[in-house]
């Protein structure tokens, strides 16, 4: 039987859902599955990890240089557990990009990026080229290391589960990347990986004051707002709001795209959604393409109009 | 301060790419090539702490086939004062390009190195934190803000949440993401001088880098098609569709 090492992402109190699709992912491949917790007073998310069915165990790593994932302070102390494991998995978030390859690179592994399907126990499926191609890939290490794809995985629930919880040596500081602060932005409404409804705005907006519009009919539909790379550039949006090839993968059930082209790079982030709205007032724009419902409008009075329907 | 740009050769970032019908791969060829655009943003980041003074020499090295030249004339264009280019196939992985960047290390001791957060061929990002791995320096990942300081590069990284800053003692990797800069189109008399410029030039096997890869290509396929859609005429008949017949809205 194989063994698992998934490398958790929290907020101290619960798991990321990216990491709750790589517990998933972890499931399909089989085997004892052990997590890992890093941080400073995280005592709850390693509760709520063995708190799921099939988790073994659950590893606590805490201390005050490892509050901030930096990610020279949480490799090491993957590396060393490495070992005792087949695979090591974690969601390909920002967090999970940062800190995988410098793992790899340590235990002379070639990691696989952003898995989105497990075909056996060492082969796999992942995107390339903005999702236009899917490459199945074998890999031939000893250890596999994987980032998974979360919106492929459906995140397991908390329950069911009673592991125990060991604490592990923490290691010390580095002393390499100082970490000097965070500017998180702070949204009212629903997460935008995990929202069954997105609602994105693209250039096409044309001002932060328009997102207004975006974030009107987001709240009528409990949505998530999303945006274009176009609509964050110009600044109507924080950067973490961006859809794309190089910002977040959503696959809601309902994706509606306002003001936005569909440029491959958007669409990378996505089309594999369950249903796809566009609004544009190009009827030439290659959203349409995606799109199972296609409005040829202009956004500034569909949307008034919209808001209202659903008022009505 | 010396800053190392690695840079890849990629298809260009608007070409459609069609899988090959054997699925052996992508086609590459009569496709148009590009440097991948992060690395461009890369090069325009270490040519502007040149140009500011902060940076006394700005390198480039690519690893790749014999036309991956023509993207180094494209970062000499850009301002580069040297470019490095060390033959292979195209396809190194991630981790070999890293320990090939290693032994480039070894021999400029860079302060910095600017490398993109992903290539848009293989979509991996990992090559930088790998590089930074093997050399025992920090890293910064998705950089949209650079600040040099007293031996250190302060970093603005683009995470999930928002925004995080760290400061990096030098030596030090950052791995830069599209809004750092806008890349500058280099002017005809530059491309002209870059054309005549020297290439230095080595191989995998100078370096002592075994690059065989662990991963094996089974196949690359299309994309699973969606379903073509409907346009609909109202706002109307929006609702009624998304309510009635997807059933996604109540
Ligand atoms: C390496 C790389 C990575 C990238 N990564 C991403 C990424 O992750 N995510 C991403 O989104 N992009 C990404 N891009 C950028 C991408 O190529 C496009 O430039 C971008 O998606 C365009 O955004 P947009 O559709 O909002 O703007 P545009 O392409 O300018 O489209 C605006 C649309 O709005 C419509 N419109 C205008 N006014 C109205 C109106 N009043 N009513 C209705 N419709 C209107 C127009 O008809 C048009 O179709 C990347 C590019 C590169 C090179
Ligand atoms: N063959 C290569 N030659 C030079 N630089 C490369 C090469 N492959 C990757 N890189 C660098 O590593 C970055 C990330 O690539 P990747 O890890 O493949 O997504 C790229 O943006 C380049 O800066």
Request: net charge negative; with cysteine; aromatic share 4%.
């Amino acid at each position: 039987m194989s063994a698992i090492l998934v490398y958790a992402e929290h907020d101290h109190t619960e798991l990321k859902s990216g990491t709750l699709s790589a517990i998933a992912c972890a499931r399909e491949i089989g085997g004892d599955i052990d997590i890992l917790i890093t941080g400073n007073n995280c005592g709850d998310a390693a509760q709520h990890a063995a708190s799921i069915e099939g988790v073994r165990k659950v590893l606590l790593a805490e201390g005050e240089h490892l509050e901030n994932h930096v990610a020279e302070n949480v490799a090491p102390i993957i590396e060393r557990l490495a070992g005792d494991y087949d695979y090591v998995l974690a969601a390909a978030t920002t967090g999970g990009k940062n800190i995988m390859p410098r793992v790899a690179a340590k235990l002379d592994v070639q990691q696989v990026s952003d898995i989105s399907k497990v075909i056996s126990e060492d082969t796999f499926v992942r995107p390339i080229y903005a999702g236009n191609a899917m490459a199945t890939v074998q890999s031939t290490d000893a250890i596999k290391l994987i980032t998974v794809r979360a919106t492929s995985f459906e995140a397991v629930e908390a329950g069911g589960g009673s592991a125990s919880v060991e604490s592990i040596e923490s290691g010390s500081d580095a002393g390499l990347a100082r970490f000097v602060g965070a500017d998180l932005s702070e949204s009212e409404g629903p997460e935008l990986t995990t929202a069954p409804i997105v609602v994105s705005g693209g250039r096409g907006v044309g001002s932060a004051e328009n997102f207004q519009l975006i974030e009107s009919l987001a709240g009528k539909l409990d949505a998530a707002v999303g945006a274009s790379r176009a609509a964050v550039d110009a600044g109507y949006v924080p950067n973490d709001y961006q859809v794309g090839q190089t910002g977040k993968v959503v696959a809601p059930d309902l994706y509606v795209a306002v003001g936005i082209s569909g440029a491959i790079q958007h669409m990378a982030g996505m089309k594999e959604s369950r249903v796809i709205v566009a609004i544009n007032k190009d009827s030439e724009a290659p959203i349409f393409e995606a799109a199972d419902y296609g409005l040829v409008a202009d956004l500034f009075e569909a949307l008034p109009e919209l808001d209202k329907a659903l008022d009505g | 301060m010396k800053v190392l740009v690695p840079v890849k050769r990629v298809v260009d970032a608007y070409v459609k790419v069609r899988v090959k019908s054997d699925g052996s791969g992508v086609e590459t060829n009569n496709i148009k090539m590009s440097m991948n655009p992060f690395d461009e943003i890369a090069v325009e980041q270490a040519v502007r702490l040149r140009e500011a003074g902060t940076a006394t020499e700005v390198v480039a090295v690519t690893i790749g086939p014999q036309q991956a030249q023509e993207q180094l004339r494209t970062a000499l264009a850009m301002g580069v004062d040297r470019a490095m280019h060390i033959e292979a196939d195209a396809g190194v992985e991630p981790l070999a390009v890293a320990k090939i960047l290693s032994a480039v290390c070894d021999q400029e001791s860079p302060d910095l190195v600017l490398l993109g957060k992903q290539a848009i061929d293989d979509d991996s990002n990992q090559t930088g934190q790998m590089l930074a791995a093997l050399r025992g320096w920090p890293q910064g990942t998705s950089i949209s803000k650079l600040e040099p300081g007293d031996g250190t590069v302060t970093v603005t990284r683009e995470v999930d949440g928002g925004l995080e800053s760290l400061e990096l003692p030098m030596p030090a990797i950052a791995t830069v993401d599209l809004r750092l800069n806008e890349p500058r189109y280099p002017k005809l008399p530059n491309i002209m001088k870059a054309k005549k410029k020297p290439i230095e030039q080595s191989t995998t096997a100078d370096l002592g880098v075994d690059i065989t890869p662990r991963l094996k290509q089974v196949k690359v396929e299309e994309p699973p098609a969606r379903a073509g859609g409907v346009k609909v005429s109202s706002v109307d008949e929006l609702i009624d569709k998304l309510r009635n017949e997807a059933k996604v809205i109540q």
